[in-house]
């Protein structure tokens, strides 16, 4: 992970990311509002970021917080495991969320287009 990205990912983290632009998967103020449930139902899910910039992926804890898990460089792929209802975001370097999903079960790719 870059130290820019790395930086900005966790000033995220730090603050509220209130009046984010809707998300074309989950509204990323929907997402951010609410902890992710308590499940025990495995998922593996893979996140291609398809722009040109850095992204950050986030967990949204089962407490609500926010909690940094990887660093995606343009036109790359990862690879990550979670459980199904957990909410996930992507992050810009500007801390905008600009993609956010709830997994359900069955779904395991998402693309960053924006």
């Not at 998922?43 to 970021?49: K, L, P």
């Not at 850095?54 to 926010?66: C, I, N, Q, R």
């Not at 801390?95 to 924006?114: D, K, M, R, Y």
């Amino acid at each position: 992970m870059t130290s820019k990205l790395v930086a900005a990912l966790l000033a995220a983290v730090m603050m509220a990311v209130p009046g984010v632009a809707e998300a074309s998967v989950f509204s990323c103020v929907q997402t951010l509002e609410s902890p992710s449930p308590t499940s025990i139902e495995t998922i593996t899910f893979t996140v291609r970021n398809a722009t040109s910039e850095d992204k950050g992926l986030v967990w949204v804890t089962d407490e609500g917080g926010l909690q940094v898990y990887a660093a995606i460089t343009p036109g790359q792929t990862i690879t990550q495991q979670s459980f199904v209802g957990h909410r996930w975001a992507i992050l810009d370097l500007k801390n905008q969320c600009s993609f956010a999903f709830e997994l359900e079960a069955g779904e395991t790719s998402f693309e960053i287009t924006e």
